[in-house]
């Protein structure tokens, strides 16, 4: 079946600093893929998405890349805040089948001043 | 209202209660979820439905019983609960059963079962 990997948190930055989550996933057909974020309190909400190979997804800074030959969609920010602390998930979504989103486990992220 | 809402924010209720969560959905979306958010675990699909039609049941215990009266609303209702069931449950919506569609997620109920 499908399935996503992510790294494993808490992943714990300086202010201003580069952040990497990566993400892996494994799927039988050509999945749509996705990196929701959620804060302390509330629930997740999509950060970005990219639904075929080479697509780049970005928002707020943050960027992901759909790379189907090493099957992956690391999530990359240049700088981050403190205000980007929070818990992120990679998703993905098969274009065929029971279209069922399949998630990571999550990567709590905490950025220090 | 916009997005998606969930009523209550906070439930805490003995095993031997009866309550319902509410979910409702100002997006237009045909397609709606409901998951259990447990600390140190994956988020688990419940119950998928897709124009009021329930199209999946994740191996959900009966205890829990979901009900769609129309696309915007979702309930769960939930009766005889155990101690670990005691989770954030959150509901989402899609335009509809999808590749490609993204979720919008609500806050969530967070329930503990005493």
């Known amino acids: 079946g499908d399935s996503v990997t992510q790294m494993e948190g808490p992943v714990t930055l300086s202010e201003e600093a580069f952040l990497t989550i990566n993400c892996t996933y494994t799927a039988t057909g050509y999945p749509s893929l996705f990196w929701y974020v959620q804060y302390p309190g509330e629930g997740l909400q999509l950060l970005l998405k990219a639904t075929k190979a080479d697509d780049k997804g970005s928002n707020k800074g943050f960027e992901a890349t759909y790379r189907k030959e090493t099957t992956s969609f690391h999530l990359e920010k240049g700088s981050v805040q403190v205000s980007d602390s929070a818990v992120y998930f990679c998703a993905l979504s098969e274009s065929g089948g029971s279209y069922i989103p399949t998630f990571g486990r999550g990567t709590s992220l905490i950025v220090h001043p | 209202e916009t997005g998606v809402t969930q009523t209550p924010r906070h439930l805490v209720m003995g095993m031997t209660n009866k309550k319902s969560l509410k979910c409702e959905q100002h997006l237009g979306h045909n397609a709606m979820y409901w998951y259990k958010q447990s600390a140190k675990k994956p988020l688990e699909l419940m119950f998928v439905?897709?124009?009021?039609?329930?199209?999946e049941n994740n191996s959900v215990p009966s205890r829990f019983s979901p009900e769609c009266p129309n696309s915007s609303h979702l309930f769960l209702h939930l009766h005889t609960l155990q101690p670990e069931d005691s989770a954030l449950y959150l509901c989402?919506?899609?335009?509809?059963?999808?590749?490609?569609?993204?979720?919008?997620f609500g806050p969530g109920t967070r329930l503990t079962v005493t």
């Open positions: 989402a919506s899609s335009p509809r059963r999808g590749a490609g569609n993204e979720q919008y």
């Open positions: 439905y897709n124009f009021k039609e329930q199209t």
